[in-house]
């Protein structure tokens, strides 16, 4: 393939990312930077950022590649010039799209600080600077340090422009984001209702901002096991953006991934799998392999494939996203040690629980120092750690710590929240290996009667429970499964 531009195929040829595909689509950045530079002589600084031939804006690597050969050329300028405020702003935009969110923050961090020494705290652009260094530390893992820029740019923005100006609506959206990571799903979901009924009436229904929001509210949903309220939303967003934005645009595609995992969530796996099959393969094809939305999107079918219960299937391409996430986020990132739980619970799926131990006990080690000890993500990679005891069994040793889960979970997320269910089913089986019999019978029972009433019967997490039953429960004791 060679440069549409120079026409050599020598040195990186790479694809520009926005309509001009194949052949057409091919260049080097170093050719992009001299037509950004003609251009730029004309006055016209169009070529940092869009197509001159189909008007597209660049993506991908060609993007950074502009952004970065651009921010490299005024790094000699003032602080306060005007272009290298802009160039660097162009250049964070275009690291963060590309998920290299490690190398942003600092870059992020100092244009904040050059902002606020330009025109002070609360002008709006630094506002902006301060909200995009919290959503990066939000993907970074560190949300109370992004709960504290939000809270203050909120704040600011609320009494400055008011709380229905956009600018506002975003950073409650925001806001709302880090509430949820954090676990606090009822405040999240609260915020995330009044911000969407403001877009919906200021906006409009269709715009891109009301989507993401009702997007987000979609996931919230999903947190509190509102599953049909969820899938319904998520159904709705995706048809929208299809039509509106067509079926290759990347939010549609985070629709059409989002709208998969709800359909998982409501026992719908066949018809899941295929969506998220197909997401991922548009994804890739948009993206790249290493970018971190098709990273999600090959992790998100492979807890599908877990749930389907096709656990060989699962794991490699588990281990593959977790691989990469390594690659992309970092090995202490919370989305690489989702990852690596993923495979330590297909693992034990698989009764190889003997190597799901250790990779499940260094996953929990390390999400207790990145997110604490009450977070729903360290919780379950201690549940995970605590069935492969189980398994091997040493229920002994995993009961203090599942108890200890299992009132964490119904602290934060309520006793009927399928995630707390699942570990009370687990609860309930160690108990029994245990010699607690009346207490770890009775709970398995009543755990399946509560998840068979909020799931439905064909759901996997009502389909391990009634397994567990059967085998944990004799029927001499007079246990029975609810019909």
Not at 302 to 309: F, G
Not at 345 to 358: D, K, Q
Not at 437 to 442: A, C
């Amino acid at each position: 393939m060679q440069c549409i531009i120079c026409l050599s195929d020598e040195g990186k040829v790479i694809q520009k990312g926005c309509c001009c595909r194949g052949d057409g689509g091919a260049v080097h950045v170093e050719c992009l930077v001299e037509v950004a530079l003609h251009l730029e002589a004309d006055r016209n600084w169009e070529g940092w950022t869009f197509c001159s031939v189909c008007k597209q804006r660049l993506t991908g690597d060609a993007q950074l590649g502009l952004a970065q050969a651009r921010y490299d050329r005024v790094a000699d300028l003032p602080e306060e010039a005007d272009e290298r405020l802009y160039a660097t702003s162009v250049y964070c935009n275009a690291l963060f799209g590309m998920g290299r969110y490690t190398e942003v923050v600092d870059v992020e961090r100092n244009l904040l600080t050059m902002h606020r020494n330009r025109v002070g705290d609360e002008h709006a652009d630094t506002l902006t600077a301060a909200n995009n260094l919290a959503s990066t530390l939000n993907k970074l893992g560190r949300f109370e340090e992004a709960l504290g820029l939000q809270e203050m740019v909120l704040s600011t923005r609320g009494r400055l422009q008011g709380m229905e100006h956009k600018s506002t609506l975003i950073t409650r959206n925001d806001l709302a984001l880090t509430y949820r990571n954090l676990g606090q799903f009822l405040k999240a979901a609260s915020l995330q209702q009044a911000t969407l009924e403001v877009e919906q009436r200021v906006l409009g229904k269709e715009h891109p901002d009301t989507l993401t929001t009702a997007s987000n509210l979609a996931v919230t949903y999903g947190w509190q096991a509102r599953h049909a309220e969820s899938a319904e939303l998520h159904e709705y967003i995706f048809a929208t953006r299809r039509r509106v934005l067509g079926p290759a645009h990347p939010r549609t595609l985070t629709a059409m991934g989002n709208y998969a995992g709800a359909l998982c969530d409501l026992a719908k796996y066949a018809e899941s799998e295929e969506l998220q099959r197909d997401c991922l393969a548009r994804s890739v094809e948009l993206r790249g392999e290493l970018h971190p939305s098709p990273l999600n999107d090959r992790l998100r079918l492979s807890t599908i494939l877990r749930d389907r219960e096709k656990y060989s299937e699962a794991l490699p391409i588990a281990r593959t996203a977790a691989a990469s996430l390594a690659t992309v986020l970092g090995e202490d990132h919370p989305n690489t040690l989702g990852a690596r739980r993923v495979i330590g619970t297909i693992l034990n799926r698989l009764r190889r629980e003997a190597e799901a131990l250790p990779l499940l006990a260094d996953v929990w080690e390390q999400l207790k120092g990145r997110l604490g000890n009450s977070d729903v993500r360290t919780l379950m990679a201690g549940a995970g750690h605590a069935e492969s005891l189980c398994l091997l069994d040493r229920a002994v040793e995993a009961v203090p710590a599942i108890q200890e889960c299992h009132a964490e979970l119904m602290a934060s997320l309520g006793e009927e929240h399928i995630t707390t269910l699942a570990v009370a089913s687990l609860l309930g089986m160690a108990l029994v290996q245990c010699g607690e019999r009346e207490d770890g019978q009775s709970l398995l029972v009543s755990t399946h009667a509560a998840q068979l009433e909020r799931l439905g019967e064909g759901h996997i997490d009502v389909v391990r429970t009634a397994r567990r039953v059967a085998e944990w429960c004799s029927p001499v004791d007079g246990c029975e499964m609810a019909e």
